[in-house]
């Protein structure tokens, strides 16, 4: 069963990132003032394939690493997660973006897919829900950290041209929110 969100200001911290997705200073993420999301911004989170293009372009990932201070008597999962990106895809191409959660040290977590269609020229958002029964809550009074491992892939397929997708838009950041459900410890 969810709570409502802690009336104490929640602290969240971007421990590390690393993957060719989040190069060092270009994520951050950042709480909501109610308590019940967090955004990651991203400024150069790209995948792209074609002619000329290096095989090692075609996917990119960033694992973030978060410890969020949840006041005494808290815990939290995530319940939802919003992304949002660019993607100019010729016919042909295939592209897809990933992502996995998970507590530090614990092996179960939450995994989503999303294809997106080629051909394509516009900005995508894709949504990751999980059912309240399927909630992975961190253990009370534990300081686990938390990991999420997001992954942009893009193939050329049978296209002859450059295709790419973006998490990041022409002003140089986009934001992808991370909704927390909470419940209280007993």
């Known amino acids: 069963m969810t ?3 802690p009336p104490d200001r929640i602290i969240i911290e971007l421990v590390a990132m690393a993957g060719s997705g989040c190069a060092p200073g270009t994520a951050d993420v950042a709480i909501s003032p109610d308590n019940t999301a967090f955004t990651a911004i991203y400024s150069n989170y790209l995948a792209q394939a074609g002619p000329g ?9 960033c694992q973030l690493n978060v410890l969020v201070h949840a006041p005494q008597g808290f815990t ?21 973006q990933r992502a996995n ?4 040290g614990m092996s179960q977590g939450s995994f989503a897919n999303h294809r997106i269609p080629a051909p394509y020229d516009d900005n995508w958002i894709a949504t990751d829900e999980v059912p309240v029964a399927a909630l992975v809550y961190r253990p009370c009074g534990e ?10 892939r893009v193939t050329r397929g ?19 929110i991370y909704h927390l459900a909470w419940k209280r410890c007993r």
């Open 53 to 61: 293009i290096p095989v090692t372009e075609n996917r990119k990932n």
């Open 143 to 152: 300081r686990r950290n938390l990991n999420i491992n997001t992954e942009l």
């Open 158 to 176: 049978t296209s002859t041209d450059v295709s790419y997708l973006t998490m990041d838009s022409t002003d140089g950041s986009i934001e992808t």
């Open 3 to 5: 709570a409502d969100p």
């Open 101 to 104: 959660y998970y507590f530090q």
């Open 76 to 96: 939290f999962a995530i319940a939802k997660a919003d992304y949002r990106g660019y993607g100019f895809l010729k016919r042909g191409a295939v592209a897809q």
